[in-house]
T-cell receptor, first 112, second 112 residues
Framework: ETGVTQTPRHLVMGMTNKKSLKCEQHLGHNAMYWYKQSAKKPLELMFVYSLEERVENNSVPSRFSPECPNSSHLFLHLHTLQPEDSALYLC???????????FGDGTRLSIL | SQKIEQNSEALNIQEGKTATLTCNYTNYSPAYLQWYRQDPGRGPVFLLLIRENEKEKRKERLKVTFDTTLKQSLFHITASQPADSATYLCALRSGGYQKVTFGTGTKLQVIP
C-alpha cells in the first residue's frame, strides 16, 4: 500500500475513445502530479496541482485534460489519443510542491 | 540546456559488493537532490534526499554524496543483495523553483 492509488492499472483504447485515469491519495498531501514514463526516457512531468490549483502544464497536448476536484483526487481525461501516447502514466503526491513524492503504481496505457 | 545524466543504463554487480551509481548534472543549481528506487511495473519509491549544503547522507546500507563543485551525486549500496536489483532514479530540484526533474535511471542487477 503506497498511499497513492491509481485505477485502472491497465487500459487499452482506440484512438477515438474517451477514457479517464483516476488517482487518489490518502496521505493528506497538498500537491499532486501526473507523469508520463516511456521506455528509456526520463519521467516527463505533465501537470502539477498545488492546493487544487493547476500550477504547471508542461506543453502537454490538449488531448490530455487534468482535473483536480479536491486535494485527494486527481483525474486525467483522455480523448483522441495517438499511438505515441502509449506509456506508463504515474500519479504522485507530496506534502508541498517540490518535496519528495509518493508515487502510485501507474496505469499502463496502450493505444491501438 | 539543463541535463541530468545517470552513469549507465545498466550496472551488474556481485552480491556482497558495494554498488555505486552516479548522477551528473549540468546547468542546474539544485537546492537538493533525491534518489528513488523503481521496481518493474511499480511506481518509484523515495529513498533519500540530500541538500546542497550537505556532503553525505546515510540510511541503513545506503549512502548518498553530493558534490556541487563536480556537479555530481554518488549513490552507494553497501553489502548489496539480489533484492536491491531495481532501477534507481536521481531527481533534482532547483532552489526557488519547485519543479523536480528526473534522470533516466540506472538499472542495477545484483548477481548471487
Amino acid at each position: 500500500e503506497t498511499g497513492v492509488t491509481q485505477t485502472p492499472r491497465h487500459l487499452v483504447m482506440g484512438m477515438t475513445n474517451k477514457k479517464s485515469l483516476k488517482c487518489e491519495q490518502h496521505l493528506g498531501h497538498n500537491a499532486m502530479y501526473w507523469y508520463k514514463q516511456s521506455a528509456k526516457k526520463p519521467l516527463e512531468l505533465m501537470f502539477v496541482y498545488s492546493l487544487e490549483e493547476r500550477v504547471e502544464n508542461n506543453s502537454v497536448p490538449s488531448r490530455f485534460s487534468p482535473e483536480c476536484p479536491n486535494s485527494s483526487h486527481l483525474f486525467l481525461h483522455l480523448h483522441t489519443l495517438q499511438p505515441e501516447d502509449s506509456a506508463l502514466y504515474l500519479c504522485a503526491s507530496s506534502q508541498v510542491q517540490g518535496m519528495p513524492q509518493h508515487f502510485g503504481d501507474g496505469t499502463r496505457l496502450s493505444i491501438l | 540546456s539543463q541535463k541530468i545524466e545517470q552513469n549507465s543504463e545498466a550496472l551488474n554487480i556481485q552480491e556482497g559488493k558495494t554498488a555505486t551509481l552516479t548522477c551528473n548534472y549540468t546547468n542546474y543549481s539544485p537546492a537538493y537532490l533525491q534518489w528513488y528506487r523503481q521496481d518493474p511495473g511499480r511506481g518509484p519509491v523515495f529513498l533519500l534526499l540530500i541538500r546542497e549544503n550537505e556532503k553525505e547522507k546515510r540510511k541503513e546500507r545506503l549512502k548518498v554524496t553530493f558534490d556541487t563543485t563536480l556537479k555530481q551525486s554518488l549513490f552507494h549500496i553497501t553489502a548489496s543483495q539480489p533484492a536491491d536489483s531495481a532501477t534507481y532514479l536521481c531527481a533534482l530540484r532547483s532552489g526557488g523553483y519547485q519543479k523536480v526533474t528526473f534522470g533516466t535511471g540506472t538499472k542495477l542487477q545484483v548477481i548471487p
